[in-house]
C-alpha cells in the first residue's frame, strides 16, 4: 500500500521530519548568545505556488496550554509570506522577518525555498524568532532546498546570528 501526505510519499515525508528532527537538535547543541526560549513548537510546511498546507506538525516539547497559540503562529507566518511574496514580482519577501510587527503578533520564523522543484514555505513557532527562522533555514539547507547564498542574505539581512552560526553546523 502507497500512501500520500500533502504531495509528499511516506519515504519524502520521512525525510522531511528527519531535516525538522536533525536541525532542532543541532540547534540546541549549540553555546548561543540568544538561546531557544523554549524546547519545542509546531513546524509548517506550506506549497508555495498555492499556500496549501502540506505538513503542520509538534517539535519537541510544548505545553498544554501553549499548543494552539504556537500552531497558529505558525501556520501565520506561512501565510503572512505566502501573501507577500506573491503580492509582488519585483520586491518578494523572503523571510516573514520582514513584514513583522510586534504590535500585531506577527512575527519572523518563515523562510521561502525556492531551490528545489518547488518552491516551500517552511515556518516554525516556539523558540523565540531568532531561532525559529534559524531552524527553517537549518531545514531548507539540509533539504537541498535552499542555496548557502540564500541563507546568508536571510541571515544578513535581519541580523541573525543563530543562522549564521547553524548553517556553518549544517553544511
Known amino acids: 500500500m502507497h500512501f500520500n501526505f500533502g504531495g509528499f510519499d511516506t519515504s519524502a515525508l520521512y525525510g522531511i521530519l528527519d531535516a525538522v528532527e536533525k536541525s532542532f537538535i543541532a540547534l540546541f547543541d549549540l553555546d548561543l548568545q540568544n538561546p531557544p526560549l523554549n524546547r519545542g513548537g509546531f513546524f509548517s510546511l506550506r506549497d508555495g505556488k498555492t499556500g496549501d498546507i502540506l505538513i503542520a506538525i509538534q517539535v519537541g516539547e510544548v505545553p498544554q496550554k501553549e499548543r494552539m497559540k504556537r500552531y497558529h503562529l505558525s501556520l501565520e507566518k506561512?501565510?503572512?509570506?505566502?501573501?507577500?511574496?506573491?503580492?509582488?514580482?519585483?520586491?518578494?519577501?523572503?523571510?516573514?522577518?520582514?513584514?513583522?510587527?510586534?504590535?500585531?503578533?506577527?512575527?519572523?520564523?518563515?523562510?521561502?525555498?525556492?531551490?528545489?522543484?518547488?518552491?516551500?514555505?517552511?515556518?516554525?513557532?516556539?523558540?523565540?524568532?531568532?531561532?525559529?527562522?534559524?531552524?527553517?533555514?537549518?531545514?531548507?539547507?539540509?533539504?537541498?532546498?535552499?542555496?548557502?547564498?540564500?541563507?546568508?542574505?536571510?541571515?544578513?539581512?535581519?541580523?541573525?546570528?543563530?543562522?549564521?552560526?547553524?548553517?556553518?553546523?549544517?553544511?
Open 78 to 171: 506561512g501565510d503572512r509570506l505566502f501573501r507577500t511574496w506573491h503580492k509582488s514580482r519585483i520586491e518578494r519577501h523572503i523571510s516573514s522577518s520582514e513584514s513583522r510587527n510586534l504590535a500585531q503578533n506577527k512575527f519572523g520564523g518563515a523562510v521561502i525555498a525556492i531551490e528545489g522543484k518547488y518552491p516551500y514555505i517552511l515556518s516554525f513557532d516556539g523558540l523565540g524568532e531568532e531561532s525559529d527562522e534559524a531552524l527553517m533555514v537549518a531545514t531548507a539547507l539540509k533539504l537541498k532546498w535552499m542555496s548557502a547564498s540564500m541563507a546568508r542574505e536571510i541571515a544578513t539581512a535581519y541580523k541573525n546570528t543563530t543562522v549564521r552560526i547553524l548553517q556553518k553546523v549544517i553544511a
